[in-house]
């Protein structure tokens, strides 16, 4: 049976949801002139806050600039040592490198990905002042430990998640555990915008107050700039189509869910690392299954039309603009093994189980070949 090719992720399922309802607000949005924040960013600041659960949001353009304001406001200064994970997004450590301060990269979880406190502990130094723990994939990363560990040694914790919107841990929202969480809504992400858009939550106010400004050009009165400032202000069609998806989230969420679920049941007799689950409230960003034949089965599924992708191929220490890090490869080899074994497979919100069954068939092919 000819069948139809099946991508990695479907925006345009997402934008036929919300369409006719968004029309007619986006005439009004432009007819008023509200581009660069605005009510709809305001509007959308509300439902996020209240979403997550945190006393304050504040709207931005991206993830990475969400994450350099939060280190910003966070008090970090060059040459100040940040702990972040080997395996993520290079985004985590932009911030920490656009302040002059200094990553110091941890080993990751063998299971979970995430990053590994008892590495990060062996990691410290005098001068280290934050921990950016990343909730990769949608999988919160184990908030309690990383708590303990950072009080213990008096660092600021500022959460990247970037990947996990609505992911909670211990029935709290991820981004609200640490003192800043930072997110993305980069157009792939599980709450996607119509091009680039991220947010800040705290529940400080006077650091809610500081993004605010510094986001705007560091003025909280109009042409009267108290500090270094930034053009960081999220749009107000961003705003407005983040509002009209947010209130499908949830739902689009126990979507991915009930694909994971299909995926753990169907692919669970095969020689491959499943994503470890140890938190119910995961929200599958990413399905990372993990095999030496990694690079043979990646190209068994594209030849039937099934997209895959790498999350991430080459670990942060191995990263040409992080070579003056002088890291020794042979110590992350969790790290390692998840960039070399690691591979996506297709998860999103509007994907049918006849395209998920497909994908585990071709799966068990690849397998009973081998
Ligand atoms: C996407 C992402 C970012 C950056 O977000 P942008 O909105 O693309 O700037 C940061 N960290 C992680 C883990 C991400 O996945």
Known sequence: MESSPIPLNDLAWQWQKIEQKFMPEFHELVKHGHFCLGPAVDQFEKEFANFVNSPEAIAVNSGTSALHLALIVAGIKPGDKILVPAQTFVATVWAVLYIGAIP??????????????????????????????????????????????????????????????????????????????????????????????????????????????????????????????????????????????????????????????????????????????????????????????????RDHLNAQQIATGLHYPVPLHRQPCLKHLACATKSFPHAENFSSQGLSLPIYSGMTDTQTDRVIKAIHQFFEKE
């Open 104 to 297: 110091v990269l941890c080993d990751v979880e063998k299971d979970t990905g995430n990053i590994d406190i008892a590495d990060a502990e062996k990691r410290l130094q005098p001068g280290t002042k934050a921990i950016i723990p990343v909730h990769l994939y949608g999988q919160p990363a184990n908030m309690q430990k990383i708590m303990a560990f950072a009080e213990k040694n008096n660092l600021i914790v500022i959460e990247d998640a970037a990947q996990a919107h609505g992911a909670k841990f211990q029935g709290k929202n991820v981004g609200t555990i640490g003192k800043l969480g930072c997110f993305s809504f980069y157009p792939g992400k599980n709450l996607g915008a119509l091009g680039e858009a991220g947010m800040i939550v705290t529940a400080d106010k006077a650091l809610a107050k500081r993004l605010r400004s510094l986001r705007h050009h560091a003025q909280e009165e109009r042409y009267i700039h108290n500090e270094l400032g930034f053009n960081y202000r999220m749009e107000g069609i961003q705003g407005l189509a983040l509002s009209h998806k947010l209130a499908h989230l949830t739902e689009w969420t126990d979507m991915r869910r009930h694909v994971a679920k299909r995926y753990l049941q169907g692919l669970k007799d095969l020689p491959l690392t499943l994503p470890e689950i140890i938190h119910d409230d995961h929200v599958y960003h990413l399905f990372v299954i993990r095999t030496p034949k990694r690079d043979a089965l």
